[in-house]
């Protein structure tokens, strides 16, 4: 069971960000920032025209520069949740001033990314004739971010005196969970997908690795989240339950044994993504039971993003793996076989999903 909802809101925006910064930052070690940004360039560019369309619909016209800025706050505030700033009103158009974003002292390529390319695609959808420019970043050392946006003039030229502070719009609970959740977990995946284009499937280990890593810094705040079903403190059902809700995913944790449990999920937001996206919720996950103590892995035989109709893995306790180690080579060899004879139509998915079931079960 769950925690609270507010709770959990700000638990998922958080492991969302999360897996998101990891995958970026361990692109930009691997590739180095200039391949970084030319890579995904063009990805976040549609990223923020995708945004100013969502801003569109939710908050009607946006052809003024102080419209533009405020539909900026707005996708600012969703994303980084903890964003705040201050919008004003120029002679030649408005400013976004802001001192807590959270890539700003850790991420200088995503400054570039999201704040220069983003932004400007972003205000151009809204306003064709709109340009966004920084002026000051964190991430270059500034003591705060300063963003300009105009219609019409040259986005670096002087927007003149501050005539006023403009009041922020408010953002709904459910926008935040909602928009927030959805912006960055495609941040994450079109993150993944250009990484893995230029670096290889030989880049997965280090992106597993990281989520991993993340997943042990974030069990206290999972596990604290997690209500017991039982008496006591939560089980590891109890904390797979949080994970799903975090995740936005349907399906069932079930306890085969002791120390061997089955979980399914039959929808899931990332059912279209690369499937190193499930990697690394698989390392996350890992990651989030070790650091409560409990060592277990995860071993899928069914993902939809390789076109199942659902997802399956089998979770075994560390100790139960080591000793079933000659076990899971044959289920392994016993996988390819039906693999194969599933291919060449001598089995349904029905028979082939009939006979794994007997014999993981084994």
């Given amino acids: 069971m769950v925690g609270s909802e507010e709770g959990l809101l700000e638990l998922r925006n958080d492991v969302l960000r999360g897996l998101y910064l990891g995958a970026s930052r361990k692109m930009s070690e ?27 619909e939710r908050l009607g016209a946006t052809e003024t520069p ?50 220069s390319y983003a932004s400007s695609s972003f205000a151009s959808r809204l306003n064709p ?19 300009q946006f105009t219609v019409g003039r040259d986005p670096n030229g002087d927007i003149g005196k501050k005539l006023s502070d403009l009041t922020p719009p408010s953002v709904s609970a459910d926008d935040l969970d909602y928009w927030g959740s959805a912006a960055t977990g495609e941040a994450w995946t079109f ?3 250009a990484f893995l284009e230029v670096a290889g499937r030989e880049a997965l280990p280090g992106l597993t690795e990281r989520a991993h890593a993340f997943g042990l810094e974030m069990s206290p705040r999972i596990l604290a989240s997690s209500i017991p079903t039982k008496e006591g403190r939560a089980d590891v059902i109890d904390i797979l339950a949080t994970i799903r809700s975090i995740m936005r995913t349907v399906g069932n944790t079930t306890a085969r044994s002791d120390s061997i449990l089955d979980r399914e999920t039959i929808e899931c937001p990332f059912s279209g993504a690369p499937v190193e996206v499930c990697y690394q919720m698989e390392g996350f996950i890992e990651g989030v039971l070790e650091g409560i103590g409990k060592g277990y892995e995860m071993r899928h035989d069914r993902m939809m993003p390789n076109g199942d109709r659902s997802c ?50 084994i």
């Fill in 30 to 56: 691997a590739l180095g920032s200039a391949v970084m940004i030319e890579t995904l360039r063009p990805y976040y560019e549609n990223w923020g025209s995708a945004g100013a369309n969502t801003m569109k």
């Fill in 66 to 115: 102080e419209q533009v800025c405020k539909a900026s706050w707005v996708v600012g505030r969703m994303i980084f949740h903890s964003f705040d700033g201050v919008i004003g009103l120029h002679e030649n158009g408005a400013s976004l001033t802001t001192t807590n974003c959270f890539a700003a002292a850790e991420h200088q390529e995503l400054c570039a990314l999201y704040c």
């Fill in 129 to 147: 004739r709109a340009r966004s420019a920084v002026v000051a970043s964190m991430a270059c050392g500034d003591r705060y971010c300063l963003k």
């Fill in 191 to 193: 993150t993944t997908r």
């Fill in 312 to 361: 399956h893995w089998t979770i075994r306790m560390k100790e139960e793996v080591a000793s079933s180690g000659r076990e899971g080579d044959t289920i392994r060899m016993a996988r390819e076989t039906l693999g194969r004879r599933l291919a060449s139509g001598e089995i349904t998915v029905d028979e082939y999903d009939r006979i794994m079931d007997r014999l993981e079960r």
